[in-house]
């Protein structure tokens, strides 16, 4: 069985109302508590419920490979990076992980990270010198923060998706594989579009651990056509 699908829903837990909670964090509280991807998580050592998203791409559509090179846009808490590091086996010296994100990271082993905005114009430079050569597979789960208002935070989501997409067009080896968060809302089909013209496959994947009553989705394209130019190698940071 996938490690995605081992968890067993505990009994519902409730948190009780007083304190200094507001309405809302009291129902974000109590989501966790009886969240069974939470709760797998800590059992198996990932930073996050996110990570069997990923967990389940990659069981079906076979992302990484040994020996792959890996970014990983909007990487924390890191959960994403630990499951590429196994997986292309960094526990063996094998592969490449970068990763980058505005927050800091606790440090993971055979992960390279940056604490840098990606939308910072230096930010693809220093993540290609970093990766030392060209990429297998891009990965973003990069998210802004939430306005509450949904058409907004569509179009910001889906910002960052078009320009992580344009930095794997730039990095990607042909065959490679971009995987990008993305919320409904009508453009991510436009993003959709766009990508079948370097793309052999795009689809839109809702992974079981994807809330139900969440708006996002996953764009994952397969199969790059393009690379046949390759990027400025500089050094790879120590």
Do not use: C
């Amino acid at each position: 069985m996938s490690e995605a699908g081992k968890g067993a829903r505990p009994g519902r837990q409730t948190v009780r109302r007083g304190g200094n909670r507001t309405p809302s964090s009291r129902a974000w509280l109590q989501r966790q508590l009886n969240d069974p991807f939470v709760a797998q998580a800590k059992r198996d050592g990932y930073r996050s419920r996110a990570t069997y998203k990923l967990i389940e791409i990659d069981d079906k559509f076979r992302l990484f490979r040994p020996g792959g090179r890996v970014v990983d846009l909007g990487a924390a808490p890191g959960g994403w990076s630990q499951v590429a590091a196994r997986r292309v086996g960094r526990e063996a010296d094998r592969g490449r992980v970068v990763a980058i994100d505005l927050l800091e990271i606790d440090p993971i082993p055979g992960v390279d990270f940056a604490q840098l905005d990606f939308m910072d114009e230096s930010a693809p430079e220093r993540l290609t010198a970093m990766l030392g050569g060209r990429a297998d597979v891009v990965l973003s789960d990069m998210a802004a923060n939430a306005t509450g208002h949904r058409p907004t935070d569509h179009l910001k989501i889906m910002g960052l998706a078009e320009a992580a997409a344009e930095f794997a067009r730039a990095v990607l080896d042909p065959g490679g594989a971009f995987l990008a968060k993305v919320l409904k809302g009508g453009t991510e089909n436009t993003l959709l579009a766009d990508l079948k013209r370097d793309f052999a496959q795009v689809r839109h994947l809702k992974p079981a651990a994807s809330r139900p009553d969440s708006a996002e989705l996953y764009v994952l394209a397969t199969g790059f056509r393009g690379g046949t130019e390759a990027p400025s190698e500089a050094p790879a940071e120590a």
